[in-house]
């Protein structure tokens, strides 16, 4: 079947956007399919399958107020600055609503948004889109249940992401439950496949990522929720910061992390640490303070340069100063 065919098929249902059309025609009740030459009967049932189930998840003008108004809250809370950051949603199996790029996200407008197809074609919107849409794109591939990222720089998540120190597990309650385990994803140039790929190991247990020398990401079942669950994570990141200055951080025991995450499974959310048994529930262990600054070689205090340059040269003042002592 290669010669140019066109195919009615009964419309399912409504679309989402006036754009969405390509390489389909909407004629009434019916979608005109034109089967170009080249097209195969297998093409055909791709197509058809997605029309009966392109249902569109969310609204769209809806959605593009909420984009833009998440791109409001990153801004004011400093999450981002000048074009940085991105977010998307879902709009249907093959639509994602996503913020373009060279745009600051605090003064976004609803028609500035675009739309891609789930493979990466940018169907509408005045500007492109940014290259690490690519990271989104392959987080909805792997997760169907993920209907919107946020990504973006947030100071104190992204304080641990260049330190590369590993998020502490069961310290507080509410990141227990809502977050559950925080990975740190590999460092990969931005904007590449590979960037894109780099979270993907993780993505299935979990929604809220550090990324190394980067930012974070945090997915959710709609826009709202990926973006609070950035709000959770930055903020435990400057409470564990803020912690530091005054003295360790004291993890929760056995039964009570056990019990947060009975609550965690009631509402729905999967944590690998009750499924596999032998994994213990809070490692990495978290270091004692000291040890952990003398791991990133730096003071949390702001003092420059490594702890044993100071140690040193405090030790050599204090030989002197009592060797004149002796003398004198
Ligand atoms: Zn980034």
Same mark, same amino acid.
Do not use: I, M, T, W
């Given at each position: 079947m290669r010669d140019l065919t066109l195919v009615l098929i009964k419309r399912k249902s409504k679309f989402a956007? +006036? /754009?969405? +059309?390509?390489p389909w025609s909407l004629r009434g009740n019916y979608v005109g399919l034109t089967l170009h030459a080249g097209g195969t009967c297998a093409h055909i049932r791709r197509m058809q399958t997605e029309i009966g189930r392109?249902? $569109?998840?969310?609204d769209e003008g809806a959605m593009r107020e909420a984009l833009c108004e998440i791109g409001r809250r990153v801004w004011m809370r400093e999450? *981002? +600055?000048? !074009?940085d950051g991105n977010f998307s949603v879902r709009?249907?199996?093959?639509r994602v609503l996503a913020t373009p790029t060279m745009v600051s996200k605090g003064f976004m =407008?609803? /028609?500035e948004l675009a739309i891609v197809t &789930? #493979? %990466? !074609?940018? *169907?509408? %919107?005045p500007r492109p889109v940014t290259s690490e849409l690519k990271m989104h794109l392959a987080i909805y591939r792997a997760r169907p249940d993920v209907r919107a990222v946020v990504h973006v720089h947030p100071p104190h998540a992204t304080a641990f992401a260049i330190t590369r120190r590993p998020l502490p597990k069961c310290v507080l309650p509410e990141v227990e439950v809502l977050l559950g385990e925080i990975p740190m994803t590999p460092y990969e140039t931005p904007g590449t496949h590979a960037f894109a790929e780099a979270l993907l190991p993780y *993505? =299935?247990?979990?929604n809220a990522f550090l990324l190394t020398n980067h930012g974070a990401v945090t997915v959710g079942q709609d826009p709202y929720e990926a973006y609070y669950r950035m709000e959770t994570l930055d903020q435990y990141c400057r409470i564990l910061i803020l912690a530091a200055h005054i003295g360790n951080w004291q993890q929760l025991d056995h039964e009570q992390v056990v019990s947060l995450l009975k609550i965690r499974e009631k509402l729905g959310y999967r944590d690998r640490r009750l499924e596999e048994? #032998? =994994? $213990? &529930?809070?490692?990495p262990e978290v270091p004692p303070r000291r040890a952990s600054l003398e791991d990133t070689g730096r003071s949390l205090e702001g003092c420059a340069g490594p702890r044993h340059k100071h140690e040193e040269l405090i030790a050599e003042i204090t030989r002197r100063v009592l060797a004149r002592l002796r003398q004198g």
């Open positions: 956007s +006036a /754009e969405y +059309a390509s392109d249902e $569109p998840y969310f999450y *981002v +600055a000048s !074009n709009l249907s199996s093959d =407008r609803p /028609e &789930l #493979d %990466g !074609n940018q *169907v509408s %919107g *993505v =299935r247990d979990h048994k #032998d =994994r $213990p &529930l809070c490692s």
